[in-house]
């Protein structure tokens, strides 16, 4: 069971930006996160878990964009946009990954399609109700840790939920899929790990504020012989707005773009610093906003 209490301003409301520039920014409150069982079937492959969970802890995910503050570089901000189970409202589901000893793996999940409850933020609230729909993913890929350590990974969503599109229209559908990828360029074992990775992200322009979305990154590790877990990242976020809203929105332009650099210091096993800069373009995909520079100090502690 996993409990998440937030607190704190909102940056990304003082920028307007639209992909969330703080990954861990969200309404002050103290909720149920994560309560789900999981099953391991006899042949070791096949794992099954049921319960309140986290859509993007299996879907849409990449190990090498983790470093990174801009949450757009965590979940795919086609995705993002609707309401789905993820931080920090997440809801009940039930998600079935197989993967093979080569690597393959096929994942397939469904989700109440209306986590929460959007007229009370606060605490937690797991509701079926009529109207609610489901969310679906599906996600095929192939892994592998060995001499070439990479992952690739094609995906897709529907979700059945009543919603209102960018023209005011009354909708009973939604759909999109992404592609993601991530390649080690150095050698298993050799310091620094050098890792790349892409994410293209895709939506239906008429029924969605956002119908595209392109990520790609740089990240190193142990750059510092004598600091061999410290990571260094650079990357680019970039979503589209979709046709129907810039019709129907003044002053909307084409995109957002969001540039980041960061810095994870770790500090023994309990203490992680970590210096951040954005540079936000077009902030909100709204000409009225000024780009904008933001930088950060994260601090992580654990024990």
Same mark, same amino acid.
């Given at each position: 069971?996993?409990?998440? /209490?937030?607190?704190?301003?909102?940056?990304?409301?003082?920028?307007?930006?639209?992909?969330?520039?703080?990954?861990?920014?969200?309404?002050?409150?103290?909720?149920?996160?994560?309560?789900?069982? %999981?099953?391991?079937?006899?042949?070791?492959?096949? *794992?099954?878990?049921?319960?309140?969970?986290?859509?993007?802890?299996?879907?849409?995910?990449?190990?090498?964009? /983790?470093?990174?503050?801009?949450?757009?570089? =965590?979940?795919?901000?086609?995705?993002?946009?609707?309401?789905?189970?993820?931080?920090?409202?997440?809801?009940?589901?039930?998600?079935?990954?197989?993967?093979?000893?080569?690597?393959?793996?096929?994942?397939?999940?469904?989700?109440?399609?209306?986590?929460?409850?959007?007229?009370?933020?606060?605490?937690?609230?797991?509701?079926?109700?009529?109207?609610?729909?489901?969310?679906?993913?599906?996600? !095929?890929?192939?892994?592998?840790?060995?001499?070439?350590?990479?992952?690739?990974?094609?995906?897709?969503?529907?979700?059945?939920?009543?919603?209102?599109?960018?023209?005011? *229209?009354?909708?009973?559908?939604?759909?999109?899929?992404?592609?993601?990828?991530?390649?080690?360029?150095?050698?298993? /074992? %050799?310091?620094?790990?050098?890792?790349?990775?892409? %994410?293209? =992200?895709?939506?239906?322009?008429?029924?969605?504020?956002?119908?595209?979305?392109?990520?790609?990154?740089?990240?190193?590790?142990?750059?510092?012989?004598?600091?061999?877990?410290?990571?260094?990242?650079?990357?680019?976020?970039?979503?589209?707005?979709?046709?129907?809203?810039?019709?129907?929105?003044?002053?909307?332009?084409?995109?957002?773009?969001?540039?980041?650099? !960061?810095?994870?210091?770790?500090? /023994?096993?309990?203490?992680?610093? %970590?210096?951040?800069?954005?540079?936000?373009?077009?902030?909100?995909?709204?000409?009225?906003?000024?780009?904008?520079?933001?930088?950060?100090?994260? =601090?992580?502690?654990?024990?």
């Amino acid at each position: 069971m996993d409990l998440l /209490g937030t607190i704190g301003s909102s940056i990304s409301g003082q920028v307007g930006d639209v992909q969330g520039l703080d990954n861990v920014e969200a309404h002050n409150t103290v909720k149920l996160f994560g309560a789900w069982y %999981q099953h391991a079937f006899s042949s070791q492959h096949v *794992r099954l878990r049921i319960g309140v969970q986290d859509y993007n802890a299996w879907f849409d995910v990449l190990d090498a964009a /983790g470093v990174f503050v801009n949450s757009s570089f =965590g979940l795919d901000p086609t995705i993002s946009q609707l309401p789905v189970s993820t931080f920090p409202i997440t809801t009940l589901g039930a998600a079935l990954r197989w993967q093979s000893v080569d690597g393959l793996y096929v994942m397939g999940a469904v989700y109440d399609g209306r986590p929460g409850l959007a007229d009370h933020p606060d605490g937690t609230h797991i509701a079926l109700r009529d109207g609610d729909g489901v969310f679906t993913a599906v996600e !095929t890929g192939l892994v592998s840790s060995g001499a070439e350590s990479f992952k690739l990974a094609l995906g897709g969503w529907y979700r059945s939920s009543a919603y209102r599109d960018p023209a005011g *229209r009354r909708r009973h559908n939604n759909g999109g899929a992404y592609a993601i990828g991530q390649y080690r360029i150095t050698p298993q /074992g %050799q310091v620094p790990a050098v890792h790349v990775f892409v %994410q293209i =992200g895709a939506a239906d322009s008429q029924r969605n504020q956002l119908d595209r979305y392109i990520g790609a990154g740089l990240t190193a590790s142990g750059l510092v012989p004598q600091r061999p877990h410290d990571t260094f990242g650079v990357g680019m976020a970039r979503a589209h707005t979709g046709s129907a809203y810039r019709r129907n929105t003044p002053n909307a332009t084409a995109a957002e773009t969001a540039l980041e650099l !960061t810095y994870q210091a770790h500090y /023994g096993e309990t203490l992680v610093i %970590q210096p951040d800069v954005q540079y936000i373009i077009d902030p909100g995909a709204d000409r009225r906003l000024a780009n904008a520079w933001v930088a950060g100090v994260r =601090g992580q502690y654990s024990w």
